[in-house]
């Protein structure tokens, strides 16, 4: 018997290819991102990236309708982008099976909010299953599968981060070989939801939630532990792991299937139990249906609704709450580290761009990747940040309100994967109704926050090959961008003159910066063993290259009271040169 230690992610890919998945498509978000990377190292799935999560779900349904297995992957806020045709697809049902895998991120670890997707599974009624370990990852993923087609429903697998990213012993199994072969089969009633069919859907719907419920009360991923008689605690997920170390006397009712519930294993375990507590991330939502089937339990009075939860935060609300006595022990010394905020990467074609936008005193609308961190100082230059793609809408809105001297201000950014991710329909807005704003596109040639995953825009796929890239400059002409100029980032001076220029427009326009992200192989030194360094005679101790936050470049104080000096770290720096063009001094060379 073969076994192998995985993360949760590998385990998802490796579930699927154990199922008998065809077709696999995602869009990069952490912390989903690792599966479709792992997916194709199995030949025998067809998988892609696709530019947003709403293509990616489509384009597993297809496969589904076609009568393959398919997967779709994407994290918490994908769904939202999902979610248009996952309520459907809920109504049409399934031909071959279909899984959504969601990957949260309680505590936001790189996410900007904190979503429980569980409420999706809800909302869409459509069962949901949330794994607590490698092995359950990769089990629960084929599971998925065959509920899927006995039940003709997509399902959705739940995962968090530290699901996704943890690692555990998972024991490898066969692909499934016995799966009907794909075909074209003319089905119009199921699958045209136009409002006639869609009525008829419906009943089957809800008569499909019903069974899913009786069907959990007897399912082996849904299992009650009794021991002690004076707590039971109902979890699921990474949150069982926790409950085991902390109280591992008490009962527990562990919960594979976290939507439907199992309304009958629930009053079996409650009436086994003095105490009855539910211990569950983010929103209370297993809480509040065992509350509205009428049982005494206690869940969020002692828990918060935000953040992740661990053995320690557990540990202390239980004490507080009276449920556990407080261990007293000599308190830890513990050294106190400094702070590590996340930064730009050295050389990052991002960062001096972000620097003028500063010194221009633009209103700058941002958006989802690298560069939203040009809103930590020392850049201090974005101003608003809410969902991939609405930094080009919120500057059309934005300048509809001003008046025409503001309105020079506003300045949206956006990447290259962002922009065809959603940011063109939004330009499309802005083109159609002419509002007078800047765009700023970002084109590093990559998907680069979530570890360089390719784009339509990078002229390759998921597995390397060749593919047509997207122009994005003829793109936003074609949409109707009159003026579109693509600048070098590297260097300043022009790049600010082209932003002066196209800020004093009274017409969208756009900018795009062309340098690739840093870190791609064979990008981060701009000629080999070409590096600058500080000459400490000429230095004056200005510290204006330090306006640019690089983490190459240090500050090192002087010991004779007089001013310290910059000094530029020789394997950090890739020589972009954009401090060099910031010393007034000559003295970075």
């Known amino acids: 018997m073969d076994r192998a230690i995985l993360s949760g992610n590998e385990a998802i890919a490796r579930g699927a290819y154990e199922a008998g998945v065809k077709v696999a498509s995602a869009y990069p978000g952490t912390p989903s991102t690792e599966i479709l990377e792992n997916v194709i190292n199995y030949k025998e799935i067809d998988a892609s990236w696709a530019p947003n999560e709403k293509v990616a779900l489509e384009v597993a349904i297809g496969a589904s309708f076609g009568g393959a297995r398919a997967l779709a992957c994407m994290k ?74 006995e039940f003709d429903t997509p399902v959705m697998l739940r995962s968090v981060t530290r699901i996704s990213h943890g690692k555990s012993i998972v024991t490898l199994g066969k692909r499934v070989d016995n799966l009907p072969a794909p075909a074209l089969v003319k089905d119009a009633a199921k699958l045209v939801m136009l409002p006639g069919n869609a009525r008829v859907r419906h009943p089957k719907v809800e008569e499909r939630i019903v069974n899913l419920s009786l069907w959990g009360g007897t399912a082996a991923i849904n299992r009650s532990e009794i021991r002690s008689a004076d707590l039971g605690v109902i979890c699921s997920g990474v949150v069982y792991q926790y409950v085991r170390e902390i109280l591992p006397e008490a009962s527990i009712l562990k919960l594979g299937m976290v939507h439907p519930l199992p309304h009958d294993l629930i009053r079996d375990f409650a009436s086994k139990v003095k105490t009855l507590l539910v211990i569950e991330e983010l929103d209370p939502f297993i809480e509040e249906q065992v509350k509205a089937m009428g049982l005494s339990v206690t869940g969020k009075a002692l828990f918060s609704l935000c953040g992740e939860l661990s053995p320690g935060r557990i540990r202390n609300a239980l004490e507080q709450g009276g449920l556990l006595a407080k261990v007293t022990s000599a308190p830890l010394t513990v050294e106190k580290l400094p702070p590590r905020p996340p930064n730009m990467c050295p050389g990052c074609p991002h960062r001096g761009v972000f620097y003028l936008l500063n010194r221009l005193n633009a209103y700058v609308t941002g958006d989802i990747g690298c560069y939203t961190l040009g809103f930590l100082p020392p850049l201090n230059a974005m101003d608003t940040c809410v969902c991939m793609g609405a930094s080009i809408s919120n500057a059309s809105g934005i300048v509809r309100s001003l008046p025409r001297e503001e309105q020079k201000r506003v300045v949206a950014v956006i990447g290259d994967s962002t922009f ?64 579109v100029v693509t600048v070098d980032p590297y260097d300043l001076v022009a790049t600010r003159a082209v932003l002066e220029a196209e800020m004093q427009r009274p017409e969208p326009s756009v900018i795009i910066t062309d340098r690739p992200c840093c870190l791609m192989k064979g990008e981060c030194r701009f000629e080999k063993g070409k590096i600058l360094a500080v000459d400490q005679n000429k230095c004056t101790g200005c510290k204006a290259c330090l306006r640019i936050g690089c983490p190459a470049i240090e500050w090192q104080p002087a010991s004779d009271g007089k001013k310290g000096k910059a000094y530029i770290d020789p394997l950090l720096c890739t020589g972009c040169t954009v401090c060099q063009q910031l010393c007034k001094f000559d003295a970075i060379n």
């Open 76 to 149: 918490h806020v994908g769904v939202n982008v999902a979610a248009d045709p996952l309520f459907t697809l809920s109504y049409t049902g399934v031909r071959g099976g279909l899984v959504l895998v969601v990957a949260d991120d309680p505590e936001m670890h790189s996410s900007q909010n904190e979503q429980d997707s569980r409420n999706y599974a809800k909302f869409a009624k459509i069962p949901m299953l949330e794994p607590a370990d490698s092995e359950e990852c990769k089990e629960f993923t084929r599971l998925a599968f065959e509920l899927s087609e």
């Open 420 to 483: 065809l991710h959603t940011g063109v329909n939004s330009l499309m807005e802005m083109a159609w109704n002419q509002a007078p704003a800047t765009v700023l596109i970002l084109d590093n040639r990559i998907t680069a926050m979530t570890g360089r995953q390719e784009n339509p825009a990078s002229g390759f796929t998921l597995n390397g090959e060749v593919a047509p890239e997207v122009n994005i400059a003829d793109l936003c002409r074609a949409i109707g961008i009159k003026h």
